[in-house]
């Protein structure tokens, strides 16, 4: 996710500019820029935070009352200089500032290089605003009609604001997957990701839908559709939200936010790489290491805490799809285990942050021994991203929860996509069943939407958790990661002592600490497991345990043991932690806002752990 604002009006555009992009630094802060037209269109932009760029234009601020700014989440070339926004056309006569992911940029790329076109970054946005230009020398029309021809030859999803030096007292703005609203000031109008860079100045806005555009100039704002160019007769809203409430799209926290956000992070991440109609995954960093994963003896999965949970997610997938053995290592201990390790090996390093400071030194001894290792992190540009010779993103957008949820179930999706993509090509997944795996994986963000209507269900029985001092997680197979994840969650939320076990190891031991003060959730969705998971759950209940179950729907061997149970959709063995996960975060959430605890940074946590 990306942060656009804009300004056309009376007052000086400088200062609504950067405070606008200060308040939309949560939707990304990797490096940031304005444009602003003073008789000519100026640029500046720079790595680092919105402070950083006000830091470094310091006094020379250009007086003007037109302008647009970008904080940038980056998706498509590391963090630097040239790949900040906004950026301008070959000729500087149009800047452009971007939010969303243009798929075809490559083709259309390649199309403006043999009409004469240079680019001087990575991104697709420099593409586009190129080819915005490109149409309107070719049509020879205006800005607004340039915009919308250029952009019915887009696949991709957008949020964009172009300014002309041609038309100066102009701003055209447009939205298809990607949030835009437009401010109504007095003789001013505002341009934002969301409400919060202009709510002080204005409560009126306009939401435009997806394939809706608006020209906005000194004589007013008229919105119209992209793809046939009628009008549009667009809702004024008042806004009643405060700045904070927007800054969460409305939810209490963060962390609940990105829980929701999980449908549209999950089909970030597989935008692009899957075709679910052959089943056949294209993913450049895997292709790049091809020969590496096909010689390989084993992989290592290498990760801490909540990556390392879907490392081990990861060793399921690759052992049970691509047949090759797989270790899973917390990074902390393999640094310093004088491990076996060679040329032979591919490492696959998972971090949200990519910074972790213990994995970033695993992965470089790693390299060091020989190893090829593969990165899979959400934050572009981050030290692990760079120090792996090749990887693959999760598109989840910034994380600002401690707790990890949205970058769980991305990187869940990247492993999925990985052991897939390697079971193809070492011929141990047919065809038959790849396809079943890809058209099922395009229906999880789906089925995540459903269950997320649960939330209300899940609150209210989160109560039977609040006054526990302990709780035990259980699951088999596939969701023996998720009890552990889950433990997890509610542990670093909520402050109450929780371990994840596999189910049938229970009977070794820990099964001494069931009685009736100890809640169990035992994660039993319908598949290979859950006859099995029954006489567990038998073995609980004898023992008087509190049984909290995550069932398929119409499951009722596991309904009739448990004392309370939340029904979730059916799916893949393969592909059951992407659903399964979502009732424990939610579980975990609801239960630390009982407790009155700091849910979006707990206590003693940090979001990135970059010491030893
Ligand atoms: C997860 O909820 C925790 N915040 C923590 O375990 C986290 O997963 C761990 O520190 C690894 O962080 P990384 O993914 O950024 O490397």
């Given at each position: 996710m990306c942060g656009i604002v804009g300004y056309l009006g009376t007052r000086d555009a400088f200062p609504i500019l950067i405070q606008g992009l200060k308040r939309l630094e949560y939707r990304g802060y990797d490096s940031a820029g304005i444009a602003l037209y003073n008789g000519h269109l100026e640029i500046h932009k720079c790595k680092g935070k919105v402070a950083d760029l006000e830091a470094r234009m310091g006094s020379n601020v250009p007086q003007a009352t037109l302008g647009i700014g970008h904080t940038r989440w980056a998706t498509h070339g590391p963090p630097n200089d040239p790949n900040a926004h906004p950026h301008a056309s070959n000729r500087g006569r149009l800047v452009m500032v971007h939010n969303g992911i243009i798929e075809n940029f490559t083709a259309l790329k390649e199309l403006l290089i043999k009409a004469g076109y240079t680019f001087h970054s990575d991104t697709d946005t420099e593409v586009l605003v190129n080819l915005i230009e490109y149409v309107q020398d070719k049509q020879e029309v205006s800005l607004d009609q340039a915009v919308r021809l250029a952009l019915n030859e887009v696949v991709g999803a957008y949020a964009i604001a172009v300014l002309s030096s041609d038309e100066p007292g102009v701003m055209v703005v447009a939205r298809l997957g990607s949030p835009l609203v437009l401010g109504l000031g007095n003789n001013e109008y505002f341009v934002g990701s969301?409400?919060?860079?202009?709510l002080d100045s204005t409560k009126k806005v306009i939401y435009l839908e997806d394939g809706e555009m608006a020209v906005l100039s000194r004589q007013g704002v008229s919105v119209r559709q992209i793809a046939s160019d009628l009008p549009v007769n667009a809702v004024i809203h008042q806004l009643k939200m405060d700045l904070e409430s927007i800054e969460k799209g409305g939810y209490e926290h963060f962390m609940l936010k990105e829980i929701f956000e999980q449908p549209k992070s999950i089909r970030d991440t597989i935008r692009g790489r899957?075709?679910?109609?052959?089943?056949v995954v294209k993913m450049a960093g895997l292709e790049s290491i091809h020969d590496a994963l096909m010689e390989a003896q084993r992989i290592l999965i290498i990760g801490c805490g909540t990556s390392w949970h879907a490392g081990l997610v990861g060793e399921y997938l690759i052992e049970d799809l691509a047949r090759i053995p797989v270790e899973v290592e917390y990074a902390s201990e393999f640094r310093y285990r004088n491990p076996v390790i060679g040329p032979k090996d591919v490492v696959i390093a998972i971090s949200?942050?990519?910074?972790?400071a213990d994995t970033l030194a695993a992965i470089k001894m790693a390299k060091q021994a020989g190893a090829t290792v593969f990165g899979i992190c959400n934050?572009?540009?981050s030290s692990i991203a760079r120090e792996a010779h090749a990887g693959a993103y999760?598109?989840?957008?910034?994380?600002?929860?401690?707790?990890?949820?949205k970058a769980f179930t991305a990187q869940v999706t990247v492993m999925t996509l990985l052991a897939m993509y390697i079971g193809q090509s070492n011929g141990h997944l047919s065809a038959e069943r790849c396809v079943e795996i890809a058209q099922e994986l395009e229906r999880i963000p789906g089925k995540i939407e459903s269950m997320l209507h649960l939330d209300a269900e899940i609150k209210t029985l989160s109560a039977q958790l609040v006054e526990s001092s302990n709780a035990l997680f259980l699951g088999r197979g596939y969701n023996f990661p998720v009890a552990l994840e889950g433990a997890l969650k509610l542990k670093e939320i909520s402050y109450i002592h929780a371990e994840g076990y596999p189910a049938a190891e229970m009977k070794h031991g820990p099964i001494a600490l069931i009685d009736e003060q100890m809640p169990i959730v035992i994660v039993a969705p319908r598949g290979d497991m859950y006859e099995k998971l029954v006489s567990n759950v038998q073995e609980v209940k004898a023992r008087k345990g509190r049984v909290i179950s995550v069932i398929g729907h119409g499951e009722m061997e596991v309904r009739a043991l448990s004392d309370a149970v939340i029904e979730i959709p059916d799916t893949l063995d393969c592909l059951s932690p992407l659903l399964t996960t979502v009732p424990l975060q939610l579980l975990s959430y609801h239960v630390a806002v009982l407790r009155g605890c700091n849910v979006d940074q707990p206590r003693n946590l940090a979001k990135s752990v970059t010491v030893e």
């Amino acid at each position: 996710m990306c942060g656009i604002v804009g300004y056309l009006g009376t007052r000086d555009a400088f200062p609504i500019l950067i405070q606008g992009l200060k308040r939309l630094e949560y939707r990304g802060y990797d490096s940031a820029g304005i444009a602003l037209y003073n008789g000519h269109l100026e640029i500046h932009k720079c790595k680092g935070k919105v402070a950083d760029l006000e830091a470094r234009m310091g006094s020379n601020v250009p007086q003007a009352t037109l302008g647009i700014g970008h904080t940038r989440w980056a998706t498509h070339g590391p963090p630097n200089d040239p790949n900040a926004h906004p950026h301008a056309s070959n000729r500087g006569r149009l800047v452009m500032v971007h939010n969303g992911i243009i798929e075809n940029f490559t083709a259309l790329k390649e199309l403006l290089i043999k009409a004469g076109y240079t680019f001087h970054s990575d991104t697709d946005t420099e593409v586009l605003v190129n080819l915005i230009e490109y149409v309107q020398d070719k049509q020879e029309v205006s800005l607004d009609q340039a915009v919308r021809l250029a952009l019915n030859e887009v696949v991709g999803a957008y949020a964009i604001a172009v300014l002309s030096s041609d038309e100066p007292g102009v701003m055209v703005v447009a939205r298809l997957g990607s949030p835009l609203v437009l401010g109504l000031g007095n003789n001013e109008y505002f341009v934002g990701s969301d409400a919060t860079p202009f709510l002080d100045s204005t409560k009126k806005v306009i939401y435009l839908e997806d394939g809706e555009m608006a020209v906005l100039s000194r004589q007013g704002v008229s919105v119209r559709q992209i793809a046939s160019d009628l009008p549009v007769n667009a809702v004024i809203h008042q806004l009643k939200m405060d700045l904070e409430s927007i800054e969460k799209g409305g939810y209490e926290h963060f962390m609940l936010k990105e829980i929701f956000e999980q449908p549209k992070s999950i089909r970030d991440t597989i935008r692009g790489r899957l075709n679910s109609k052959s089943g056949v995954v294209k993913m450049a960093g895997l292709e790049s290491i091809h020969d590496a994963l096909m010689e390989a003896q084993r992989i290592l999965i290498i990760g801490c805490g909540t990556s390392w949970h879907a490392g081990l997610v990861g060793e399921y997938l690759i052992e049970d799809l691509a047949r090759i053995p797989v270790e899973v290592e917390y990074a902390s201990e393999f640094r310093y285990r004088n491990p076996v390790i060679g040329p032979k090996d591919v490492v696959i390093a998972i971090s949200q942050s990519g910074e972790t400071a213990d994995t970033l030194a695993a992965i470089k001894m790693a390299k060091q021994a020989g190893a090829t290792v593969f990165g899979i992190c959400n934050v572009v540009g981050s030290s692990i991203a760079r120090e792996a010779h090749a990887g693959a993103y999760t598109h989840a957008g910034p994380e600002i929860g401690v707790a990890s949820t949205k970058a769980f179930t991305a990187q869940v999706t990247v492993m999925t996509l990985l052991a897939m993509y390697i079971g193809q090509s070492n011929g141990h997944l047919s065809a038959e069943r790849c396809v079943e795996i890809a058209q099922e994986l395009e229906r999880i963000p789906g089925k995540i939407e459903s269950m997320l209507h649960l939330d209300a269900e899940i609150k209210t029985l989160s109560a039977q958790l609040v006054e526990s001092s302990n709780a035990l997680f259980l699951g088999r197979g596939y969701n023996f990661p998720v009890a552990l994840e889950g433990a997890l969650k509610l542990k670093e939320i909520s402050y109450i002592h929780a371990e994840g076990y596999p189910a049938a190891e229970m009977k070794h031991g820990p099964i001494a600490l069931i009685d009736e003060q100890m809640p169990i959730v035992i994660v039993a969705p319908r598949g290979d497991m859950y006859e099995k998971l029954v006489s567990n759950v038998q073995e609980v209940k004898a023992r008087k345990g509190r049984v909290i179950s995550v069932i398929g729907h119409g499951e009722m061997e596991v309904r009739a043991l448990s004392d309370a149970v939340i029904e979730i959709p059916d799916t893949l063995d393969c592909l059951s932690p992407l659903l399964t996960t979502v009732p424990l975060q939610l579980l975990s959430y609801h239960v630390a806002v009982l407790r009155g605890c700091n849910v979006d940074q707990p206590r003693n946590l940090a979001k990135s752990v970059t010491v030893e």
